[in-house]
T-cell receptor, first 110, second 112 residues
Framework: GQNIDQPTEMTATEGAIVQINCTYQTSGFNGLFWYQQHAGEAPTFLSYNVLDGLEEKGRFSSFLSRSKGYSYLLLKELQMKDSASYLCAVQGTNAGKSTFGDGTTLTVKP | DVKVTQSSRYLVKRTGEKVFLECVQDMDHENMFWYRQDPGLGLRLIYFSYDVKMKEKGDIPEGYSVSREKKERFSLILESASTNQTSMYLC???????????FGPGTRLTVT
């Protein structure tokens, strides 16, 4: 099975940088996703890592270390609209099935 | 534009009723998923399907069944609704391994 850990809540200031960590223990690994979910809305895809290293996409970057079972999502130049829940999801080797962490609720303050 | 739709945004049912939640995707995706999302428990997989008429149990299948008669449609069935099935239900689809999931808007089900 999969075990995924993320911090429950984080707070940061507008314009700052924040790093949201995700650690996982897995019996099969095919990649790691990050999703963003605003309150009352569905999750939307942010990033996907399958190889070790950093993937950059605009203000958002995601890092993966497969040997350490560790990933992080880095958000730069924070904006108020970045206040949301961020979900880490590990994809196993079974038909594209993913296991989701409980999510990290990020609050961006002025 | 990619689209996953769910039949209802809000639904109120009584204990013991049979409940159908419908999900339709227009992306010709092979994989479809049903999750429930509860505060403090995150997204939990109920069932998923990797092809027409194929289904596999997720982490919490008890009390639920599914049907996939056509590629674009995946139905979640609560045979006899109970109050502990009050939750937000999210449907998703993806084109396979290494591909992101696209989520529907969710159905908030209340069982009284």
């Amino acid at each position: 099975g999969q075990n995924i850990d993320q911090p429950t809540e984080m707070t940061a200031t507008e314009g700052a940088i924040v790093q949201i960590n995700c650690t996982y223990q897995t019996s099969g690994f095919n990649g790691l996703f990050w999703y963003q979910q605003h309150a009352g809305e569905a999750p939307t895809f942010l990033s996907y890592n399958v190889l070790d290293g950093l993937e950059e996409k605009g203000r958002f970057s995601s890092f993966l270390s497969r040997s350490k079972g560790y990933s992080y999502l880095l958000l730069k130049e924070l904006q108020m609209k970045d206040s949301a829940s961020y979900l880490c999801a590990v994809q196993g080797t079974n038909a594209g099935k993913s296991t989701f962490g409980d999510g990290t609720t990020l609050t961006v303050k002025p | 534009d990619v689209k996953v739709t769910q039949s209802s945004r809000y639904l109120v049912k009584r204990t013991g009723e049979k409940v159908f939640l419908e999900c339709v995707q227009d992306m010709d995706h092979e994989n479809m998923f049903w999750y429930r999302q509860d505060p403090g428990l995150g997204l939990r997989l109920i069932y998923f399907s990797y092809d027409v008429k194929m289904k596999e149990k997720g982490d919490i299948p008890e009390g639920y069944s599914v049907s996939r008669e056509k590629k674009e449609r995946f139905s979640l069935i609560l045979e006899s609704a109970s109050t502990n099935q009050t939750s937000m239900y999210l449907c998703a689809s993806s084109s396979g391994q290494g591909r992101e999931q696209y989520f529907g808007p969710g159905t908030r089900l209340t069982v009284t």
